[in-house]
């Protein structure tokens, strides 16, 4: 578009060892520009376009935290390409994953938020949404939970409510619903940031995506969403789907970070059950590929180390395999119906509910459900072909009407 | 009437609201809001009117009703607002059952069609389906005019060799007269549920003919000489009612008897625990840790389970071992009814149909004296009586559903269509507390009976993916118990509140293809007949049309083969008429689908939950 250029300053990672090679920036914003941005953002995470919404034209970016350490630094490249992203007179919101507490500590480590006095078109929000260990014990927590297969409902719940990962799901739904709301509803830009920018950061901008852009509901645009947001975005796959949740080693870095983002937008799914082209199926197989894989996609940590280890060479796409014909019918939703509007889901505790499919998938008996299922893509078949017959049999009794009517004048 | 009113979004937190007009009929309360969307609220679902605090707006006005409805209404002038109350008060309590909904409620029915809808559903014609009478099973005269059980019906099951004297002793040894009688009968086990109240047996009582009826009861069993006594209370509970000279079997005095204690907690219990959940689920702003907390200290899924687990305990018993089983609590009409209704839905397929579901609802509950009037506040009385027992039994029934979604004919609507009836006192079937009070109010001549209405919309209420074939009669559904399994279910609590609920409804799609493939069928039935009758004509248009396939027309080329020799040599005005025709009716789908989107709309405002940007 008119604001906004591709730069290949990151061509040989150079830059920033975690973007691709090619990011989206504004177009007033020279790359001498940008280098100096990196140096004022955690691990050179400069800010980059995520998202462009068509529909008024505001922006959604990403980047790290800025640098500001104790002192309150500042940069002025840093400001002039965030501005660069409003419309004149227009304002902007920096949401910020972490609460203002744990971003506060985090200017005594060099890090920060961007002070108002420097940033003054910009509103900012904190929003906690819980990383690392906190996330892998309550993935570990919750598993265990699912496990037990005592008769105490008590239990049950308490240890449900005691893994916390619900309060997550709505933790980070509630927030890319917020940075959807500020694009859609007022008409502003949004720069999402946490400390790197590698995790909570893109489970915000690719939902907020899911909720405002219809193409990230299909099946390509979904698997587009996936490579852009989380593989290209540099989310450290290899540090955080390590072990899952039976490990006893404890690693530092292992966090669910991608499989929390899958069940939120499960939980979107399940609300609008016919506004997406895939299935649960399609979200169940990519849990289980970040995790394991014949397949390259989710090797490596970033595009950086995927081009070393020349994985795009060595090994396969799931891609490629996921888009045959024979193994898309099985991800296809039988009652999609192709939805433009914005989907706002609701985030009520009472809204959102345990992710079946995957923490009770091998606890509870499927056989009824699965056989449901089989049932409702049977009544949608069977209605198209009598859609079909129907068309056939009018266009023939008004063939042989009108042959009869000719026949009577002739 | 009141203008200028505001309803107020339960949950906003920024109290969004409507404005419009309240009106108060004799039996509803109706607000009209600008947009001219119509709320009905009918008195008798009022189970509660408080009047908040004054602000500044006015004078909030907090209605909850039976149904899981809340509405907060602000009134601006606070004496309108007392007004409102007031004859809310006054609208909402009602003294007599004559004042009640059913007996004013003309849905235009002329009487044969009346008495014909009470004829519906025949309780002795249900006994002969499930093969009784029998050799072991006879009808008993004893409580004919409701001499011995004034809250038993007239017409009782009982075991062929339990003569009047064994009946009436034994009736005279259970807590309110309610003997051992006959519930459901296994045809291929020749097993029976039977219900009864708690023995009088205080520390040491015993009673003969009681013990002979029991006998009677498992030599009634050819299959199992044993059988179970489940008394469906806790131990304690049981143990606490011997003080009061009722109490429990003792094994010692009752040849081949197990007994077995379920657990399930008495109506107090659970009247507390439905508080609680409405408490924990009505908060603005819960945290998802809140709310499962709450749900875990209400208890509420723990009692669900609890009914559930009892159930399945009856049904291994007449499946597995072939036993008889009796069942009772205290009085025998509150879990009793619970168990006994829920074991026979899993043993009989036929209580999975929409109007074997009604049977069941008329033979365990209402026939068997469970005190709908008491339970569910149909008259100004006791508070202490008022208990959600047939609510966990819609839930249970629920919670089945979901486990088994092909095996029921009827849907979540159905369940919550009639938990709606069982409070909104509109039609007869619910009124009292058993059948003696119903006779006596002439319910069968002054009321209509629910279930004809429910079967005359039984689209609304059928499942689209039940398949009868898939389970065949008398298939036991075993359900997984473990706790995972029971949900929340936000549909009935949350029933009005929409922004909770999925936009996109599944079922509805679902139902609506279903119902739409029918109607197809029937299409193409119809243009089939119409073309053999077209076709029946002469040979000669054949032959003729023969000689000028030689200039086929465009249209021919996508139709197949066989259609070419029909083909106009002119398109006539008529032929062009019949394609609009045709035309019309494909669009008649699509726009059943833009209704889908219209009535589900996908823009929602984000007023509940999603953080408001305050900062």
Redesign the interface.
Same mark, same amino acid.
């Given at each position: 578009t008119d604001e906004w250029r591709l730069s290949c300053i990151n061509k040989e990672f150079s830059v920033c060892p975690s973007y691709p090679p090619v990011v989206i920036v504004p177009k007033c914003i020279t790359d001498e520009e940008l280098r100096k941005v990196a140096m004022f953002r955690h691990s050179s995470r400069f800010p980059v376009l995520s998202y462009y919404h068509r529909k008024n034209g505001m922006v959604m970016m990403r980047s790290s935290q800025p640098l500001t350490g104790t002192n309150g630094r500042r940069c002025k490249e840093d400001e002039k390409l965030i501005n660069a992203s409003l419309r004149p007179g227009k304002r902007g919101y920096i949401i910020d994953t972490r609460s203002l507490n744990v971003a506060q500590q985090a200017r005594a480590k060099g890090g920060g938020f961007e002070q108002e006095v420097h940033y003054p078109q910009w509103r900012r929000i904190h929003k906690g949404i819980e990383r690392f260990n906190i996330l892998q014990e309550s993935l570990i927590k919750l598993v265990e939970a699912c496990n037990d297969q005592s008769h105490n409902m008590d239990r049950w719940l308490s240890k449900l409510e005691a893994s916390n990962w619900l309060t997550h799901v709505k933790e980070i739904l509630t927030t890319a619903c917020l940075a959807a709301q500020c694009i859609d509803r007022e008409g502003a830009s949004v720069l999402v940031h946490g400390t790197e920018g590698t995790d909570s950061t893109l489970q915000v901008t690719s939902l907020a995506q899911i909720i405002l852009d219809p193409r990230c509901r299909t099946i390509r645009g979904f698997e587009s969403l996936v490579v852009r947001e989380w593989l290209q975005a540099g989310h450290p796959f290899q540090q955080r789907c390590a072990q899952s949740a039976y490990s006893n080693s404890k690693q530092k870095w292992e966090a669910p970070v991608f499989l929390l983002f899958l069940d939120c937008v499960w939980q979107i799914l399940r609300q609008f059950p016919c506004s997406f082209e895939f299935n649960e199926q399609f979200l169940i197989t990519l849990f289980e590929h970040s995790y394991a894989s014949q397949f390259g996609t989710f090797l490596g940590n970033n595009e950086s180390e995927r081009a070393k280890l020349k994985l795009p060479q060595k090994t396969m796409s799931l891609w490629s395999w996921v888009n045959r014909k024979e193994e898309l019918s099985k991800f296809q939703n039988p009652i999609y119906e192709a939805n433009s509007l914005v989907i706002w889901p609701a985030v009520a505790p009472q809204s959102l509910q345990l992710w079946a499919g995957v923490f009770l998938r091998w606890n509870r008996p499927s056989q009824y459900l699965e056989e449901a299922q089989e049932e409702m893509v049977k009544i949608i078949r069977y209605n198209k072909e009598l859609q079909d017959k129907v068309k056939v049999l009018r266009r023939h009794l008004a063939e042989v009407e009108a042959a009869g009517r000719a026949q009577g004048n002739l | 009437q009141v203008e200028q009113v505001k309803l107020l979004d339960r949950?906003s937190t920024s109290n969004k609201s409507v404005t419009g007009t309240l009106y108060l009929t004799a039996t509803h309360l109706l607000f009209i809001d600008s947009s001219q969307k119509e709320t009905w609220i009918l008195h008798h679902h009022i189970a509660a009117v408080e009047k908040l605090p004054l602000t500044t707006s006015g004078c909030p006005l907090v209605i909850q009703c039976k149904n899981f409805r809340i509405v907060h209404f602000v009134v601006p002038r606070e004496r309108d607002c007392h007004d409102v109350y007031n004859s809310l008060l006054q609208l909402s309590k009602t003294a007599k059952y004559e004042e009640l909904y059913a007996f004013s409620y003309n849905p235009k029915q002329n009487e044969s069609e009346q008495v014909k809808g009470w004829q519906l559903i025949d309780l002795a014609e249900e006994y002969k389906r499930m093969g009784v009478p029998n050799a072991y099973w006879q009808l008993s005269d004893a409580n004919r005019d409701y001499k011995i059980c004034e809250t038993y019906p007239r017409e009782l099951y009982v075991p062929t060799t339990a003569s009047k004297p064994i009946i009436v002793g034994s009736s005279k040894f259970r807590s309110k007269g309610r003997f051992p009688v006959l519930s459901y009968y296994h045809k291929n086990k020749e097993a029976a549920i039977c219900r009864c109240s708690q023995p009088l047996s205080g520390f040491s009582a015993r009673c003969l003919e009681d013990e002979h009826m029991l006998q009677a009861i498992s030599k009634a069993n050819p299959s199992n000489r044993y059988m179970y006594v489940m008394d469906t209370r806790p131990k304690l509970n049981a143990m606490a009612n011997r003080a009061a000279g009722k109490g429990y079997e003792n094994e010692d005095n009752y040849s081949n008897i197990r007994f077995q204690f379920v657990g399930i907690e008495n109506i107090h219990v659970m009247r507390s625990s439905l508080q609680k959940l409405l408490e924990v %689920?009505g908060t603005r702003g &819960?945290?998802?840790?809140?709310?499962?907390?709450g749900? *875990?200290n209400s +208890?509420w &899924?723990?009692h669900i389970?609890a009914v559930v687990?009892a159930a399945v305990f009856l049904v291994k018993a007449i499946a597995v071992e072939s036993a008889s089983v009796l069942v009772h609590c205290s009085d025998g009409w509150d879990r009793t009814s619970q168990v006994c209704s829920l074991g026979a839905l899993l043993l009989d397929s036929y209580y999975r149909t929409i109007k074997g579901f009604m049977v069941l609802i008329e033979k365990d509950w209402i026939s068997f004296g469970h005190k709908f009037s008491d339970r569910c506040c149909q008259l100004d009385g006791d508070p202490k009586e008022i208990s959600p027992v047939f609510t966990q039994f819609l839930e249970c029934v629920w919670n089945l559903t979901e486990?088994? #979604?092909?095996?029921f004919e009827y849907n979540e609507v159905f369940l919550l269509q009639i938990h709606e009836h069982v409070h909104s006192c509109q039609f007869g079937n619910f009124l009292g507390n058993c059948e003696k009070e119903r006779e006596e109010l002439k319910v069968k001549e002054k009321t209509y009976s629910l279930w004809p209405f429910l079967l005359a919309e039984q689209k609304k209420y059928r499942n /689209?993916?039940y398949?009868p074939d898939?389970l065949p009669e008398l298939t036991l559904l075993e359900p997984?118990?473990?706790?995972?399994?029971?949900?929340?279910w936000?549909n009935m609590? !949350?029933q009005f509140d929409r %922004? $909770? !609920? /999925?936009?996109?409804?599944?079922l509805n799609?679902?139902m609506n293809? %279903?119902e739409?493939?029918k109607q197809? *069928?029937e299409?193409?039935k119809e243009? *089939?007949a119409?073309?053999k009758q077209?076709?029946g004509?002469p040979d @000669?248009?054949l032959v003729?049309?023969h000689q000028q396939s030689a200039h086929p027309a465009p249209v021919a080329l996508k139709? /197949?083969p066989c259609?070419k020799k *029909?083909?106009? #040599?002119? #398109?006539?005005n008529? =032929?062009v008429r019949?394609?609009e +025709?045709?035309n019309t =009716?494909?669009n008649r789908?699509s726009e059943l @689908?833009s209704e889908?989107?219209k009535a589900e709309p =996908?823009? @929602? %405002?984000?007023e509940? +939950?999603? =953080?408001r $940007?305050t900062?």
């Amino acid at each position: 578009t008119d604001e906004w250029r591709l730069s290949c300053i990151n061509k040989e990672f150079s830059v920033c060892p975690s973007y691709p090679p090619v990011v989206i920036v504004p177009k007033c914003i020279t790359d001498e520009e940008l280098r100096k941005v990196a140096m004022f953002r955690h691990s050179s995470r400069f800010p980059v376009l995520s998202y462009y919404h068509r529909k008024n034209g505001m922006v959604m970016m990403r980047s790290s935290q800025p640098l500001t350490g104790t002192n309150g630094r500042r940069c002025k490249e840093d400001e002039k390409l965030i501005n660069a992203s409003l419309r004149p007179g227009k304002r902007g919101y920096i949401i910020d994953t972490r609460s203002l507490n744990v971003a506060q500590q985090a200017r005594a480590k060099g890090g920060g938020f961007e002070q108002e006095v420097h940033y003054p078109q910009w509103r900012r929000i904190h929003k906690g949404i819980e990383r690392f260990n906190i996330l892998q014990e309550s993935l570990i927590k919750l598993v265990e939970a699912c496990n037990d297969q005592s008769h105490n409902m008590d239990r049950w719940l308490s240890k449900l409510e005691a893994s916390n990962w619900l309060t997550h799901v709505k933790e980070i739904l509630t927030t890319a619903c917020l940075a959807a709301q500020c694009i859609d509803r007022e008409g502003a830009s949004v720069l999402v940031h946490g400390t790197e920018g590698t995790d909570s950061t893109l489970q915000v901008t690719s939902l907020a995506q899911i909720i405002l852009d219809p193409r990230c509901r299909t099946i390509r645009g979904f698997e587009s969403l996936v490579v852009r947001e989380w593989l290209q975005a540099g989310h450290p796959f290899q540090q955080r789907c390590a072990q899952s949740a039976y490990s006893n080693s404890k690693q530092k870095w292992e966090a669910p970070v991608f499989l929390l983002f899958l069940d939120c937008v499960w939980q979107i799914l399940r609300q609008f059950p016919c506004s997406f082209e895939f299935n649960e199926q399609f979200l169940i197989t990519l849990f289980e590929h970040s995790y394991a894989s014949q397949f390259g996609t989710f090797l490596g940590n970033n595009e950086s180390e995927r081009a070393k280890l020349k994985l795009p060479q060595k090994t396969m796409s799931l891609w490629s395999w996921v888009n045959r014909k024979e193994e898309l019918s099985k991800f296809q939703n039988p009652i999609y119906e192709a939805n433009s509007l914005v989907i706002w889901p609701a985030v009520a505790p009472q809204s959102l509910q345990l992710w079946a499919g995957v923490f009770l998938r091998w606890n509870r008996p499927s056989q009824y459900l699965e056989e449901a299922q089989e049932e409702m893509v049977k009544i949608i078949r069977y209605n198209k072909e009598l859609q079909d017959k129907v068309k056939v049999l009018r266009r023939h009794l008004a063939e042989v009407e009108a042959a009869g009517r000719a026949q009577g004048n002739l | 009437q009141v203008e200028q009113v505001k309803l107020l979004d339960r949950f906003s937190t920024s109290n969004k609201s409507v404005t419009g007009t309240l009106y108060l009929t004799a039996t509803h309360l109706l607000f009209i809001d600008s947009s001219q969307k119509e709320t009905w609220i009918l008195h008798h679902h009022i189970a509660a009117v408080e009047k908040l605090p004054l602000t500044t707006s006015g004078c909030p006005l907090v209605i909850q009703c039976k149904n899981f409805r809340i509405v907060h209404f602000v009134v601006p002038r606070e004496r309108d607002c007392h007004d409102v109350y007031n004859s809310l008060l006054q609208l909402s309590k009602t003294a007599k059952y004559e004042e009640l909904y059913a007996f004013s409620y003309n849905p235009k029915q002329n009487e044969s069609e009346q008495v014909k809808g009470w004829q519906l559903i025949d309780l002795a014609e249900e006994y002969k389906r499930m093969g009784v009478p029998n050799a072991y099973w006879q009808l008993s005269d004893a409580n004919r005019d409701y001499k011995i059980c004034e809250t038993y019906p007239r017409e009782l099951y009982v075991p062929t060799t339990a003569s009047k004297p064994i009946i009436v002793g034994s009736s005279k040894f259970r807590s309110k007269g309610r003997f051992p009688v006959l519930s459901y009968y296994h045809k291929n086990k020749e097993a029976a549920i039977c219900r009864c109240s708690q023995p009088l047996s205080g520390f040491s009582a015993r009673c003969l003919e009681d013990e002979h009826m029991l006998q009677a009861i498992s030599k009634a069993n050819p299959s199992n000489r044993y059988m179970y006594v489940m008394d469906t209370r806790p131990k304690l509970n049981a143990m606490a009612n011997r003080a009061a000279g009722k109490g429990y079997e003792n094994e010692d005095n009752y040849s081949n008897i197990r007994f077995q204690f379920v657990g399930i907690e008495n109506i107090h219990v659970m009247r507390s625990s439905l508080q609680k959940l409405l408490e924990v %689920s009505g908060t603005r702003g &819960l945290s998802v840790n809140d709310f499962l907390s709450g749900l *875990e200290n209400s +208890g509420w &899924l723990r009692h669900i389970k609890a009914v559930v687990d009892a159930a399945v305990f009856l049904v291994k018993a007449i499946a597995v071992e072939s036993a008889s089983v009796l069942v009772h609590c205290s009085d025998g009409w509150d879990r009793t009814s619970q168990v006994c209704s829920l074991g026979a839905l899993l043993l009989d397929s036929y209580y999975r149909t929409i109007k074997g579901f009604m049977v069941l609802i008329e033979k365990d509950w209402i026939s068997f004296g469970h005190k709908f009037s008491d339970r569910c506040c149909q008259l100004d009385g006791d508070p202490k009586e008022i208990s959600p027992v047939f609510t966990q039994f819609l839930e249970c029934v629920w919670n089945l559903t979901e486990q088994f #979604p092909q095996a029921f004919e009827y849907n979540e609507v159905f369940l919550l269509q009639i938990h709606e009836h069982v409070h909104s006192c509109q039609f007869g079937n619910f009124l009292g507390n058993c059948e003696k009070e119903r006779e006596e109010l002439k319910v069968k001549e002054k009321t209509y009976s629910l279930w004809p209405f429910l079967l005359a919309e039984q689209k609304k209420y059928r499942n /689209p993916l039940y398949n009868p074939d898939l389970l065949p009669e008398l298939t036991l559904l075993e359900p997984n118990t473990v706790s995972f399994n029971f949900k929340f279910w936000r549909n009935m609590y !949350h029933q009005f509140d929409r %922004s $909770m !609920h /999925p936009r996109q409804s599944v079922l509805n799609l679902i139902m609506n293809l %279903s119902e739409q493939n029918k109607q197809l *069928e029937e299409d193409i039935k119809e243009l *089939e007949a119409k073309i053999k009758q077209r076709n029946g004509q002469p040979d @000669v248009v054949l032959v003729k049309e023969h000689q000028q396939s030689a200039h086929p027309a465009p249209v021919a080329l996508k139709t /197949p083969p066989c259609f070419k020799k *029909e083909q106009p #040599p002119i #398109p006539g005005n008529d =032929a062009v008429r019949t394609i609009e +025709g045709s035309n019309t =009716a494909d669009n008649r789908y699509s726009e059943l @689908v833009s209704e889908f989107s219209k009535a589900e709309p =996908a823009v @929602v %405002s984000l007023e509940y +939950g999603v =953080a408001r $940007m305050t900062c």
